[in-house]
């Protein structure tokens, strides 16, 4: 029994079931008793107040208890998300790659944005989706990606690139939003011959991973001034979803970049 005379019997030691079961018990003796007093007299309802009265304590101490588990529940997860970096960040080291950023977002090797979601308790690598947040799948779809970051290109070759395509993608404005800039250096990769007869198996491509490790390289080792004497230069967007996400070496901090310009060395 809930009731002890007049006073509410404690629930500690109850599971949550018998405690919902013991509310709901005390609730339906409260409706009995509701019917039966209609048109009674004075002392009954009085009694029947003092019964109420009881049943709203049980739903205290049901509030609290639930509240207590809350409380246990989030420094339980709490706890979890802080191993989960610290073993995240054991595995990258053991990699040897470099990891920049702060949970719950990280930039691996410059090119590859790592982000945990403590809501839906799933990860993202790239492009891809981690359910779980489980770490051997978040390492596997990293290694799929980290060694085609820089492959076969240098900061200089990359600066060069970027800047044909500046002046490919330039309009009437000096500066040009970053991804258009992106678009002409993956058209500027295909080979004359792609353009005369599209086959998928023939297409260079080049991942927005790829693109962001390799700027950032070139902003690592101040390679900014192509071979024609113009100075890459860098600027946030005006809106964030028309950036391109990335952690700036020079500065030690995740920024946008939204457009770039090429001018010269000096040039206002």
């Not at 009265?53 to 639930?66: I, T």
């Not at 500046?166 to 058209?187: E, H, L, M, N, T």
């Amino acid at each position: 029994m809930v009731m002890e005379g007049d006073k509410v019997a404690p629930l500690e030691g109850r599971t949550a079931d018998a405690r919902l079961d013991a509310l709901a018990t005390e609730f339906k003796k409260l409706a009995a008793a509701l019917r039966k007093a209609k048109g009674r007299e004075q002392k009954r309802l009085h009694d029947l107040g003092k019964q109420a009265g009881s049943v709203f304590e049980l739903v205290k101490q049901l509030e609290a208890s639930w509240n207590e588990a809350s409380e246990r529940e989030k420094e339980h997860q709490k706890k979890g998300w802080m191993e989960l970096d610290a073993k995240f960040s054991e595995e990258c080291a053991a990699m040897s790659w470099r990891k920049d950023g702060t949970w719950p977002k990280f930039f691996i090797e410059y090119g590859v944005l790592v982000e945990f979601d403590e809501k839906t308790r799933s990860a993202r690598v790239g492009q891809s989706k981690v359910a779980d947040c489980d770490l051997d799948s978040t390492m596997e779809a990293l290694r799929a990606l980290i060694p085609g970051l820089h492959k076969d290109c240098s900061s200089g070759e990359f600066l060069e690139q970027l800047q044909q395509a500046y002046v490919a993608a330039r309009g009437s404005a000096a500066q040009v939003p970053v991804f258009d800039v992106y678009k002409q250096v993956v058209i500027a990769l295909q080979k004359p011959g792609f353009w005369r007869n599209v086959e998928p198996s023939k297409f260079k491509s080049l991942t927005v991973e790829q693109f962001r490790a390799r700027l950032c390289k070139c902003i690592e080792s101040n390679t900014l001034k192509s071979r024609a004497g113009m100075e890459l230069r860098m600027y946030p967007p005006l809106d964030a979803k028309d950036g391109l996400f990335l952690f700036n070496p020079a500065e030690r901090r995740a920024a946008f970049v939204g457009r770039i310009e090429f001018a010269r060395a000096g040039d206002a």
